[in-house]
């Protein structure tokens, strides 16, 4: 049963123009192709780069988080109530102000104190500046150094000027070790990203990073093997070329430095733009979907491949429009970026909460002569009162 069906979906007839297969990719003549074995070497090198962000995180990104001031916030901790905890783990994290007046009579707790217990243990499920901090200067590393190894790979090919050099030969494309290489700790970075998702923070478009690591992992195993690795080193190369001053902008973000995150956020977007809906969209995706059709009939492979590639650019206008709402907010104030994906910390100290919930006692009360008249002295706020 399994060998039909790997011969069902490994058919030539799927993945190569008519007359060429998998035979034609047979290593001779001093020359190498790739094969879906190598791949296998992938799995290790998640796991080292799992052991090396570990020890990365843990020494370098600590050392640099306390040169530039970034310490853990001690936050204030919850009284354990477990009406109020039974409630915040299987209904809601944000009840509504009727669910707030229910467990105010289940806990004998005034509202505001109960909004006050639900504020301090939402804050306490957010990850730190720290952990921010460190798994953010992990990330611009390695993006660093791959999109400087990448153009090192790149620089002297002729598919990097001329696209069209992407299918010349093709299937019949000799691997070289730099594209072997570039493969397989590209490939083994995203699956490290994979491994660690569940201890990573979990921001508001989760499910779209979700997509994206497996879209790209499928598209760059795919692209391996059925020889799209010109394609495939170029699509590597302008992702890489955005992403790490992304990272360094939250570094700086975190770290306080407004203007500092404000230029390179600017950068940031300036090639984000320009990289991921211009260069790809137009230059590579064009020639991917186009260019193969004047050659040969179009065929499986060639669509499954070109509908991975519009996946990613939906997922890239997606972003965009996060990005440019960024911008948008921070250039008139010149305020700090703040991550569209985050969740905010709520306040902490019992200033900030004061102000907060007087604020809140605005909002519920009636307005007279400017001032907010409580009509509940039941639901006044004792700071005290824990």
């Not at 783990?89 to 505001?112: A, D, H, I, M």
């Not at 699956?191 to 979990?202: G, T």
């Not at 994206?212 to 690795?229: C, D, E, K, Q, R």
Request: glycine share 4%; proline share 3%; net charge neutral.
């Amino acid at each position: 049963m399994l060998s039909w069906l790997s011969e069902l979906v490994w058919q030539d007839s799927l993945w190569f123009p008519a007359g060429m297969g998998w035979k034609d990719l047979q290593d001779r003549d001093g020359d190498v192709y790739a094969k879906g074995r190598d791949l296998w070497v992938i799995l290790p090198i998640a796991l080292c780069f799992l052991v090396i962000r570990q020890v990365f995180e843990r020494t370098v990104a600590m050392k640099l988080a306390s040169l530039l001031g970034i310490t853990d916030k001690v936050r204030a901790r919850v009284a354990h109530n477990s009406v109020l905890e039974a409630y915040f783990s299987s209904s809601s994290k944000q009840p509504s102000q009727s669910c707030v007046e229910s467990l105010s009579r289940q806990t004998g707790l005034t509202g505001l104190q109960v909004q006050r217990w639900f504020r301090r243990r939402r804050n306490q499920d957010r990850p730190s500046q720290l952990k921010k901090f460190c798994e953010a200067s992990w990330r611009f590393t390695f993006y660093l150094l791959a999109f400087f190894a990448g153009l090192a790979v790149l620089v002297d090919k002729p598919w990097f000027y001329e696209m069209t050099e992407m299918w010349r030969g093709f299937p019949k494309m000799p691997l070289l070790p730099s594209q072997y290489w570039y493969y397989m700790i590209e490939l083994g970075f995203y699956i490290s990203l994979l491994f660690s998702v569940a201890f990573d923070i979990k921001r508001k478009d989760f499910k779209e990073q979700i997509i994206h690591h497996i879209a790209t992992i499928i598209l760059i195993g795919f692209s391996w093997l059925v020889h799209y690795i010109r394609a495939g080193t170029l699509i590597m190369l302008v992702h890489d070329s955005s992403d790490w001053l992304l990272e360094s902008a939250k570094m700086f973000n975190y770290a306080g430095w407004r203007k500092t995150c404000n230029y390179i956020f600017t950068l940031f977007a300036g090639v984000f733009i320009v990289t991921r809906l211009i260069i790809l969209p137009f230059w590579i995706i064009h020639t991917t979907w186009v260019y193969p059709a004047t050659l040969y009939p179009p065929f499986f492979g060639y669509y499954f491949f070109n509908g991975l590639m519009f996946v990613l650019q939906c997922l890239h206008i997606f972003w965009a429009a996060l990005i440019l709402r960024m911008v948008v907010k921070f250039l008139p104030n010149n305020e700090i970026v703040e991550d569209e994906r985050s969740d905010r910390e709520e306040a902490e100290s019992e200033e900030d909460e004061e102000v907060h919930e007087r604020r809140e006692k605005s909002k519920n009360g009636q307005v007279q002569n400017g001032h907010a008249a409580i009509l509940n002295n039941n639901h006044q706020y004792h700071s005290k009162a824990e």
